[in-house]
């Protein structure tokens, strides 16, 4: 489908200025209407984690290797934080108690 140079004079932004050739649209808001929240609670929840004693080599991130211990690993995502362990039977207990006093710190 192809739209008219009338059409796609209609989609324009105020102030800006129809012009000839491919448009390409671009997202102001993500599908589903997330817009920043989706990024600032995640930066806010990896902050949790930062400062309920965590450390930054517990996160797995894709790009990164693989964290060497699983004594105490946690995974964000946006507003979710999961705490996994192979280590001694209540070691996210711990992680998981130091992470709710932050949250309430909040």
Known sequence: NVMTP???RCYLE???????GWFFPVHRIWPMGFA???YIAQEEI???CLKSGIPPESLPVCDLETPTS????AAVATDDAM??????PGSTLHAAAAFD????RR
Do not use: K
């Open 14 to 20: 105020a102030g800006e200025t129809w012009r000839d």
């Open 46 to 48: 990896l902050d949790v």
């Open 70 to 73: 699983f004594n105490l690993v």
């Open 83 to 88: 705490l996994f362990s192979n280590g001694e």
């Open 36 to 38: 920043w929240s989706s």
């Open 6 to 8: 009338n059409e796609q």
């Open 101 to 104: 006093e932050e949250m309430t």
